[in-house]
């Protein structure tokens, strides 16, 4: 079996026709540049995988566009994908400019850098939500632990109006340190007791390993959440020297074995699968979103698309990996596969 589709240079990014065969038990993708020669990356190392779930995006179930509100954060966290402070920060009637065509059918979703901490982090929500547009934030948890936030939010009357929503970012306690650990779950308690509750907690593994203690925490915390998402790191996969790169056939194998008293099924009637991402539903009602990191090295153009987009540093929406890649190539100089000669 081959696909035809599209995929970047793993060197200048520019577009390039791509194939995908099935070949020795596993999905690779071959791919040439004009200008940089041939390219081989391994998509997936189960067939029946790709086969099962293969051009089943998410295409028309979009609904939510991530802007980077802010380019600095309060942690320093290796595996981050975000180039932080080379993007320029803008107003929200920017964003409302930009972005006027989705406006109506989308929300918009506030990532980083660490958006809590931007100075007028309340204001530019409220001045988001009176143009129009429904707002909610991607947090490292860091600042919801402190008490003067939740004091101002309740001043704010954003979480007595349910305009506080927020999707908590996670890792295994073995990446934190002690203070650091002791403050997220402090912001865990405070969401508790102030009777909200988050969009959902994402967390990044690094080893399927870490699903144990994924399992206990979900076990404790999931009054308090109502999707968990998990995906590999985008920066293990980046990494070509000794990356651990985990297929999402290996992570939805596992998850089903940690998870199996609550029964995860595929969830195609709310959102559909791919290649890179799949999504559940436990007997408890909980919603599940799977999903692997594609790099330059092996994405394929046309399957990334999922249930969010990013406005990316070229002023426009992409799907979340492939926005990722993007603005990776455009850090480095490149834009739709050109070398950039003057600002964005």
Not at 70 to 82: I, L, S
Not at 128 to 143: C, E, R, S
Not at 221 to 241: E, G, L, P, S, V
């Amino acid at each position: 079996m081959m696909i035809k589709t599209l995929s970047l240079c793993n060197v200048c990014y520019r577009k390039i026709e791509a194939e995908i065969i099935f070949t020795g038990g596993m999905v690779v993708m071959n791919k040439t540049c004009d200008e940089h020669g041939p390219f081989s990356a391994i998509v997936e190392r189960d067939i029946n995988h790709v086969s099962n779930f293969y051009r089943m995006g998410t295409q028309g179930n979009n609904s939510t566009i991530i802007i980077h509100a802010h380019n600095q954060c309060n942690m320093k966290c290796p595996w981050c994908y975000y180039p932080m402070g080379c993007e320029k920060i803008h107003k929200a009637r920017y964003y409302d400019n930009v972005l006027r065509m989705y406006k109506g059918n989308f929300n918009l979703l506030l990532s980083g850098g660490e958006p809590t901490i931007k100075p007028d982090f309340f204001e530019f929500v409220d001045e988001l939500q009176a143009l129009g547009w429904p707002t909610g934030t991607i947090t490292n948890m860091i600042k919801l632990g402190d008490d003067e936030f939740f004091n101002k939010t309740q001043n704010q009357s954003f979480i007595k109006n349910g305009l506080l929503k927020f999707a908590m970012s996670m890792q295994h306690p073995k990446n934190y340190s002690q203070e650091i650990l002791e403050q997220k779950v402090k912001a865990i308690e405070k969401i508790e007791r102030s009777g909200t509750k988050a969009m959902c907690v994402m967390f990044s593994i690094q080893s399927l390993d870490e699903l144990d203690y994924i399992r206990d925490f979900y076990h404790h915390t999931r009054h308090t959440y109502t999707m968990i998402r998990i995906r590999t790191m985008f920066r293990n996969w980046a990494n070509k020297d000794g990356g651990n790169h985990i297929y999402l056939s290996d992570l939805h194998r596992a998850f089903i074995d940690k998870f199996s008293d609550l029964m995860p099924v595929q969830n195609s009637e709310v959102e559909r699968s791919n290649m890179y991402c799949l999504y559940m539903k436990m007997s408890d009602g909980m919603h599940v979103s799977l999903s692997s990191a594609p790099t330059v090295e092996n994405i394929d153009y046309h399957l990334v698309s999922r249930p969010v987009y990013m406005l990316a540093m070229d002023g426009r929406c992409y799907p979340v990996p492939l926005a990722q890649i993007i603005n990776e190539g455009i850090s480095k100089g490149y834009k739709d596969g050109f070398r950039l000669t003057g600002g964005l």
